[in-house]
């Protein structure tokens, strides 16, 4: 059983740091897309980061490029969002996910849609303030 499980989640200030990681288990070997996205209530789910496992794609969304950092350890188990120079738009729920990706089409394009990714984590709070 596939499980995507999202830690490092809480409160920050504005202009602060915070860190997310994402534990996989169960995802069979071979080449995978993996995700960040955000939601707010009353707003669609919004694509943050993207990286091919194999370290050859990575996008982000127009709202945190520069500021959001997207990796995996080198065990390809964990991935992690590391989320600097905070301001309130960043307080959202954080999802992880995941998508095999066969020939890297999925993280080849730019955009970074919810559509694309079958597999989910629960998702973790992170709230910015002043």
């Known amino acids: 059983q596939v499980q995507l499980v999202e830690s490092g989640g809480g409160s920050a200030q504005v202009g602060g740091s915070l860190r997310l990681s994402c534990a996989a288990s169960g995802l069979t070997s071979g080449r995978y897309c993996m995700g960040w996205f955000r939601q707010v209530p009353g707003k669609a789910r919004e694509g943050v980061a993207k990286?091919?496992?194999?370290?050859?794609?990575?996008h982000y969304g127009d709202a945190v490029r520069g500021r959001f950092t997207i990796s995996q350890d080198n065990d390809k188990n964990t991935l992690h969002l590391e989320m600097n120079i905070l301001i309130p738009e960043d307080t959202a729920r954080y999802y992880c996910?995941?998508?095999?990706?066969?020939?890297?089409?999925?993280?080849?394009?730019?955009?970074?849609?919810?559509?694309?990714?079958?597999?989910w984590g629960q998702g973790i709070q992170a709230t910015i303030s002043s």
């Open positions: 990286m091919d496992s194999t370290g050859e794609f990575t």
């Open positions: 996910a995941a998508q095999r990706d066969f020939w890297g089409s999925i993280c080849r394009s730019t955009t970074i849609y919810q559509s694309d990714f079958q597999y």
